[in-house]
Nanobody, 115 residues
Framework: VQLVESGGGLVQPGGSLRLSCVAS????????VRWYHQAPGKAREWVAS????????YYEDSVKGRFTTTRDNAKNTVYLQMNSLKPEDTAMYYC?????????WGQGTQVTVSS
């Protein structure tokens, strides 16, 4: 199982970024994917989830209405569109899956929201 995140960067408050998570090594279209973030000195926190077929999505309250997760199973890729970014969104962002009872994570991509 391999997950590779990309798309992070430095953005001003109110700006947007789109993160990508490319998966390999497992039947991607059978599995839900989760997004997490981790700020320095803090625990990793759940941000959003998307079901295996993209039919349902779930969001942590602080990102509802600002973040949208989608997936393209033909490309083995999940996306996290982040709009109206705030300084408190600054963190490392990870995608994760649970396959055969084991949790897998990518290496993360850094998002920094600052003027």
């Amino acid at each position: 199982v391999q997950l590779v995140e990309s798309g992070g960067g430095l953005v001003q408050p109110g700006g947007s970024l789109r993160l990508s998570c490319v998966a390999s090594g497992f039947p991607f279209s059978n599995y839900a994917v989760r997004w997490y973030h981790q700020a320095p000195g803090k625990a990793r926190e759940w941000v959003a989830s998307i079901t295996h077929n993209g039919g349902s999505t779930y969001y942590e309250d602080s990102v509802k209405g600002r973040f949208t997760t989608t997936r393209d199973n033909a490309k083995n890729t999940v996306y996290l569109q982040m709009n109206s970014l705030k300084p408190e969104d600054t963190a490392m962002y990870y995608c994760g899956v649970t396959v055969n009872g084991l949790n897998y994570w990518g290496q993360g991509t850094q998002v920094t929201v600052s003027s």
